[in-house]
């Protein structure tokens, strides 16, 4: 008997731990950004390791609801969204030199200030729009998946020129 009722116990106790086990994969509603830090300490920790000043833009084209950074991999990740309008998403990586990605070849030129040259291209069967551009040895990639902005290649140039 008694070792029917380490058993049973014992069966108890692995329910109680496995049943309130959420899929991983599974987003969690009160972190839709994922594990992130304030942007502030995120930029300051990356400016520290890498031993450079990086500036984030003045201009946000969209209203953000939830906002965090993150570093990975050597890049540098700050994310604005706008949680009450489709999930709107502005998300800016930062890299440490000169990054060349292989979706520039099929982008379009565009000039910023400063005489910098960008390059545009939308990602194939979405709404996401992205500006690539070096400034002070660091390479810059900015998407913005909004519904509302019509002409999202000016945002993306606004958000650059304001860096």
């Known amino acids: ?5 380490l058993l049973s116990g014992l069966l108890v106790v692995i329910s109680l731990f496995t049943g309130g086990v959420e899929d991983p994969l599974t987003p969690d509603p009160n972190k839709p950004l994922g594990d992130v830090l304030p942007i502030e300490k995120a930029v300051q920790e990356f400016n520290y390791l890498y031993g450079i000043e990086v500036v984030l833009p003045q201009y946000l084209p969209i209203h953000y609801t939830t906002q965090g950074g993150s570093i990975d991999q050597g890049a540098l990740r700050v994310d604005y969204m706008d949680q009450s309008n489709n999930d709107d998403l502005l998300s800016i990586n930062v890299f440490v030199g000169e990054e060349h990605l292989e ?19 939308i990602m194939p069967d979405s709404n996401i729009n992205f500006l690539i551009f070096r400034q002070d040895r660091l390479t810059y990639i900015i998407a913005l998946a909004s519904h509302y902005k019509d002409n999202k290649v000016d945002e993306l140039i606004k958000i650059a020129n304001s860096i």
């Open 1 to 5: 008997m008694t070792l029917n009722k």
């Open 103 to 121: 979706s520039e070849k099929r982008a379009k030129e565009v000039l910023l200030n400063k005489n910098i040259t960008g390059y545009h291209f």
